[in-house]
């Protein structure tokens, strides 16, 4: 269970918070799922050329299934918009209905980088967030270019703010 103190609220907060990143993410973090999307139109189309009698109308459908998939998720990672500033991570997800969720930066406990090797090819990675927030314990950033050096801005930003705060966290132990 995690307790935290409260906080004096007579020190200053910042007045224009320095915004690290402000954008979508890359599709680029889209790709395995792309490849196998395509990977699995190009079988069924395949499967066409070795059975014959497999009417053309089943040929069809699971490679138009598949492009549907793949633009879904092309547009839900276009509406993805994500701003990370010197308080607060903000997340605003969704193609019509739109979630927006805000994290703020003392409540981070870690903050881990990660980076496939095809990520690191197309100089992406994932950010993730470890924090005492109940309602989003994890909270991911993924296709985030640069993400060594915005992780380790914003471990110290978030340690500065908790001390700045005075938050102090006690881990008595998992239920």
Known sequence: MNTMQ???WSKPIDAEPEIYFSGSPSQWSN???FASCLLAAGASMSVRLFVPSIAWVAFLIVPLACLAMIGVRYLATAC???????SR???????????QVSLELFRVQDVQSRRDWWM??????DIVFSTSDTSYPHVTLFGMPNVDALRTKLNRRAIDLRNLYGYREINMGRV
């Open 6 to 8: 409260h906080a004096d």
């Open 31 to 33: 790709a395995p799922y």
């Open 80 to 86: 993805a918009h994500f701003t990370v500033d010197s």
């Open 89 to 99: 991570v903000t997340i605003d997800l969704g193609i019509l209905n739109k979630t």
């Open 120 to 125: 690191r090819l197309v100089g992406i990675g």
